[in-house]
């Protein structure tokens, strides 16, 4: 039985069995002739096969229930995955100085506002000494003018000398406000900037690179000793738990593709698959290729896709309700025509089915079978070459 068997699958070829289905063949003969014997020839007459629920789980038969479903019409895409632009900072040094500590290195894990290197700079030194010179300027005029606000309503002083020291009080408050936000467009957030006034004078010339958001070090082009420039870019850091998958549309696609479509994609670096929305649907043709950017958002909370990887993207248009589908891969020809393998209280039973619509993955169930009942997917042919095997021992 297991040379027939071996040799009905090899017949189709189809690829190396894998450990499930070996375990299956590899039962002795006894075991599928002693359940079926009593009932070969009136069984394999109607298509019947009696296997034991050790041998279903054994040869890796997977089960689908026969209903409702949805037949929808698939575009297939080739697509690149990458980073999101919304979640990758590429982090600029800001100033120009020296580097002189590392405390990221490529690929660790960051939080948003970790510091990332620092940088001596003598720009960041003048820019928080002018900062400091201005806070004090500004709290000296402040007291000169509320001085001057009293004597005045004790008619001791001018008025003329309480306006002039008012204005000049208001001055400070704006140069204060601008070498604020001098500091701020150097990358020193509010907390650091109310805490100059208490830090040493060494600490004036360090810049710190703080990474804007979470995520993970994907990039670093600074070392210790290096000089950089306000536009040297030091560090890449990207938030990949969620993932962009660039795609290219053909023109006769664009009418089917929207914004918010679920798309199925499969490969990468193992095979996986993995699903994904469109997100952005561009109204421009690539004058060359003749092809429309789309991408898709691809939820990756596990790491398992990798950015640069390559895919294909299936999305699912114009679907449809039906009464009855079946999976497609539970699909089988026997002879000519279209079976389903549906599971007995014994086994299985062959059904011809006759079919509607179609997709990849579900069929339109026109008859032959009904909502409820239970039909082999998974490593179905095992089935198909066993009902083989037990005609041919029938003919004989």
């Known amino acids: 039985m297991i040379a027939l068997l071996i040799g009905a699958v090899g017949g189709v070829g189809l690829r190396p069995v894998d450990s499930a289905l070996h375990a299956f063949l590899a039962m002795p003969a006894a075991t599928l002739a002693t359940e079926g014997q009593d009932h070969a020839e009136e069984a394999h007459g109607e298509g019947e096969l009696h296997l034991t629920a050790e041998q279903i789980e054994a040869a890796g038969i997977r089960l689908a229930d026969i209903g409702e479903g949805r037949i929808a019409r698939q575009l297939s895409a080739p697509g690149t995955i990458t980073a999101s632009a919304d979640r990758l900072a590429r982090v600029p040094a800001r100033v120009a100085g020296t580097v002189t500590e590392l405390h990221r290195r490529l690929g660790d894990q960051v939080a948003a506002g970790e510091v990332l290197a620092v940088v001596e700079s003598r720009e960041m030194a003048e820019a928080k000494a002018t900062y400091l010179a201005a806070v004090r300027a500004e709290a000296l005029a402040r007291t000169t003018a509320e001085r001057e606000r009293r004597l005045w309503e004790r008619k001791i002083s001018a008025e003329q000398d309480f306006l002039k020291a008012r204005t000049e009080a208001e001055e400070a408050r704006i140069r204060v406000d601008l070498s604020r936000a001098k500091l701020s467009a150097l990358g020193l957030g509010t907390a650091e900037i109310e805490a100059l006034p208490s830090q040493p004078t060494d600490a004036l010339r360090r810049q710190e690179i703080r990474a804007p958001l979470a995520g993970r070090v994907t990039d670093r082009r600074i070392d210790i000793g290096t000089s950089v ?122 059904r011809e089915v006759v079919l509607g619509r179609r997709d990849e993955r579900s069929a339109e169930l026109v008859s032959g079978a009904q909502a409820g009942e239970q039909v082999a997917t998974a490593n179905s042919f095992v089935l198909k070459a066993e009902l083989g095997k037990g005609e041919a021992e029938h003919a004989h």
Not at 324 to 350: H, Y
């Open 229 to 350: 420039s306000p536009e040297t870019e030091a560090f890449v850091v990207a938030d990949l738990s969620v993932l962009w998958v660039e795609l290219a549309i053909s023109a006769s696609d664009l009418a089917h593709l929207r914004e918010g479509q679920a798309v199925h994609l499969t490969g990468g670096a193992t095979g996986q698959a993995g699903e994904g929305k469109v997100v952005f649907v561009s109204p421009m043709l690539d004058s060359q290729t003749r092809t429309a950017r789309a991408v898709a958002e691809l939820p990756n909370p596990d790491g398992r896709w990798r950015p640069g990887a390559f895919v294909t993207a299936g999305i699912a248009t114009e679907a449809q309700s039906v009464a009855l589908s079946v999976p497609t891969e539970a699909l089988q020809t026997v002879e000519g025509r279209t079976v389903v393998f549906v599971r007995t209280e014994g086994g299985f039973i062959k």
